[in-house]
Each structure stands twice: as C-alpha cells, then as structure tokens.
C-alpha cells in the first residue's frame, strides 16, 4: 500500500509543482530533494573542547580528476566554514550569498556576523523555494560551522528550510551509521584532533572502498584564534596510518 500511494501521486501530479501538496500533506517535489541529499557524499561536523571541525569525502569518482581542484568545503568568514551534501553546485550559490552577507556585515558594523545569521539567511531562502511556483527546493543539505561572540556553533540545514543546532552530526550517504557510530563515542571533552580522529574512523567505516587521504578534506575553527584552519593532507594520511596500523596490532592481540 505505501509504495502504491506514491505512484497514484505521482500519476495525478502531486509531484510536478512545489507548491502542491498531495493528499496526505506531503510536498514530493521537497522530498526528492531530500533523497538527492542522502546520495551525496559524506559530511561530519563535531564541536570540541577547543573548537568546531569540519569533515568531507569529496568522492573522487574518476582517477584522471585533479582531487585539489573538487571543493567540498568552503570558508564563509574568518570564523567561519560550511559543507555540504546534494548538488555541490546548489551548495555554491548558498556559499556565495553568505560569504557576501558576512562581508557586508563586516563592513557595516564593523565586526564579524554571528553564524545564526548566516543560518537564517540561508535556511529563509531554502524555505521560500520550497513555497514559490516556479522554483525548485535547492537539492542540497549544509552544515555550517563556527565561533563567534556566543561561542562554538554547528547548525545544519536541510532542504526544506528547517535548521537545527548539534554538537556533532552528519549528512550524505553515510548519515545513519556516521550518526550511529557518533550517538556512542562522541565526547564533549573531546580536543579537535581527538574528534578528527573519531570522524575519519566513523567516515571510513561508512565508506565501501578506495579510501584514503585524497578524497578527504578537514577545516578546524579554534576558540582562541577564531580562524579557518585547513588541516594538509600529510597530516591526514599520517593519522589515517596510525589509524590502520592500530586496528592491525588490535587484531593480532585477539589471535
């Protein structure tokens, strides 16, 4: 019956116009985009002790690609940094709008913007999308991260317009055994490397094959300085290989 009830919307063109709901409340154009969301890549963002991180597969899905050129997070501000999940290129235009509103802010006021601004501004124009004839909802969900005056903020939004705060979450392909893996072994004590440390064992295991350094891009935003931080590739291979090397000697002390 649940699989019938969809097809019957869709042959009666619930599923053609954003701004029609079909007969049991559901916006289908909003939920394909959310599905489009759970076919992205993997992202991680965890709040530490001394700071907010970001953590993306970027998904190399062809060897001849130049993985430096495939940009899977980006810097809003000085303090800072989003990602996301979906179409990247829907994530591009969110990312622009607030890198020019947080340079407005700037300007004005004279003072770094605070990343709920940021997250309204984002999430409002998400949520008109989803209520305008003639648009389509934006196929992309985005966790934004960063310090400001109130102290260290993760937010995530989705395409529907709804935002939500967390101390670590994850959106993409991986989103349910990520979150699985976070909901038992995420501390609020953790420092940035710790937590760097859990969010590449929880994204690793989460992802089939080819796993390595390449595909992985990671951002720190520190308390103390309030600066984006990207963290080089040799630092994530040497943890990556610390990583594997422990689990071989783990396995060798239960033989």
Same mark, same amino acid.
């Not at 937010?155 to 909901?183: H, M, S």
């Given at each position: ?14 599923? $053609? ?5 079909? *007969? &049991? ?19 991680? %963002?965890?709040?530490?002790? +001394? ?7 970027? $998904? @190399?899905? +062809? ?9 899977? @997070?980006?810097?809003?501000? &000085?303090? @800072?940094?989003?990602?996301?999940? %979906?179409?990247?290129? +829907?994530? $591009? ?16 006021? +004279?003072?770094?913007?605070?990343? !709920? ?15 305008? %004839? ?7 969900? =985005?966790?934004? /991260? ?12 989705? *395409?529907?317009? @709804? ?28 420092? =940035?490397?710790?937590?760097?440390? =859990?969010? !590449?064992?929880? =994204? ?8 390595? /350094?390449? $595909? ?29 090397? %422990? ?9």
């Amino acid at each position: 019956m649940s699989e019938v009830q969809p097809l019957q919307h869709q042959m009666m063109g619930y599923d $053609r116009a954003i701004t029609m709901f079909s *007969p &049991d409340g559901r916006l289908l154009q909003v939920e394909y985009a959310k599905k489009t969301v759970r076919q992205g890549s993997t992202a991680i %963002g965890m709040i530490c002790k +001394d700071g907010v991180l970001l953590l993306t597969d970027k $998904r @190399i899905v +062809d060897k001849l690609i130049v993985a430096e050129s495939v940009e899977k @997070i980006w810097q809003v501000d &000085d303090h @800072i940094a989003m990602t996301g999940a %979906g179409i990247l290129s +829907d994530a $591009r235009i969110l990312v622009e709008r607030a890198q020019i509103k947080a340079q407005e802010h700037k300007v004005t006021f +004279d003072s770094p913007i605070d990343v !709920l601004t940021i997250v309204r501004d984002i999430a409002n124009l998400k949520q008109m999308c989803t209520q305008s %004839g003639g648009l389509r909802p934006f196929g992309v969900s =985005l966790l934004i /991260a960063g310090v400001d005056e109130t102290g260290v903020k993760l937010f995530e939004t989705d *395409p529907t317009g @709804i935002y939500f705060q967390y101390k670590a979450t994850a959106i993409g392909e991986g989103e349910v055994e990520v979150k699985n893996i976070l909901t038992k072994e995420y501390k609020e004590t953790l420092t =940035l490397e710790d937590g760097m440390k =859990l969010a !590449l064992y929880a =994204l690793k295991k989460s992802v089939s094959d080819g796993f390595d /350094a390449e $595909r992985i891009d990671c951002v720190f935003i520190t308390v103390d300085k309030r600066e984006y931080q990207k963290i080089p590739k040799d630092k994530i291979a040497k943890m990556l290989a610390s990583m594997e090397s %422990g689990s071989k000697e783990g396995s060798k002390k239960k033989q």
